[in-house]
């Protein structure tokens, strides 16, 4: 009996650890990489590849197939490295049964390069690349005020 028990143990033991690794992000991405699938998740926000803000902090959304692990990465000058949780362990995340993912992040002055890793539990995974520049708050304040001008200008000389 004590056998018995000892061996169900194990396969559970193995079973669950068996599944755990099948979520494995790697440790880091080299710059340039390419995705094995294409149709795991669909980022909704931002709506373009490249887009600017002027927060330091930002939502990337998107939906995707229930069991698909997300990871974030972001670019250090020469490859991409998974964001990590309060904890210090890479943060992922798993999209439940409404389809949906939702993740802040944090970024940084400047241009931020990104890369969303989704993996699906065969193992085939996408790579969704993203820049998100930070500017300051007065260079959209003058971008605004030019391209409200400009329509202006455009408005006289087309009435």
């Known amino acids: 009996m004590r056998k018995s028990i000892i061996s169900v143990l194990l396969v559970f033991v193995f079973i669950m650890t068996a599944s755990l690794s099948v979520f494995a992000h790697p440790a880091t991405l080299a710059d340039g990489r390419e995705?094995?699938?294409?149709?795991?998740?669909?980022?909704?926000?931002?709506d373009t590849a490249s887009t600017s803000t002027v927060k330091t902090t930002y939502s990337v959304t998107g939906v995707g197939k229930e069991g698909?692990?997300?990871?974030?990465?972001?670019?250090?000058?020469?490859?991409?490295?998974?964001?990590?949780?309060?904890?210090?362990?890479v943060a992922t995340y798993t999209?439940?049964?409404?389809?949906?993912?939702?993740?802040?992040?944090?970024?940084?002055?400047?241009?931020?390069?990104?890369?969303?890793?989704?993996?699906?539990?065969?193992?085939?995974?996408?790579?969704?690349?993203?820049?998100?520049?930070?500017?300051?708050?007065?260079?959209?304040?003058d971008i605004s005020s030019f391209s409200l001008n400009m329509q202006s200008k455009l408005n006289g000389w087309l009435n």
């Open 35 to 46: 995705s094995t699938a294409s149709n795991l998740i669909t980022i909704k926000k931002p």
């Open 68 to 89: 698909v692990s997300i990871c974030i990465y972001t670019y250090n000058g020469s490859e991409y490295v998974p964001q990590k949780d309060e904890s210090g362990a």
């Open 95 to 141: 999209i439940g049964s409404s389809g949906v993912f939702y993740r802040q992040i944090a970024l940084k002055e400047g241009e931020n390069r990104i890369c969303v890793r989704a993996e699906a539990d065969n193992g085939s995974y996408q790579l969704s690349y993203l820049t998100i520049t930070v500017v300051n708050s007065s260079v959209m304040s």
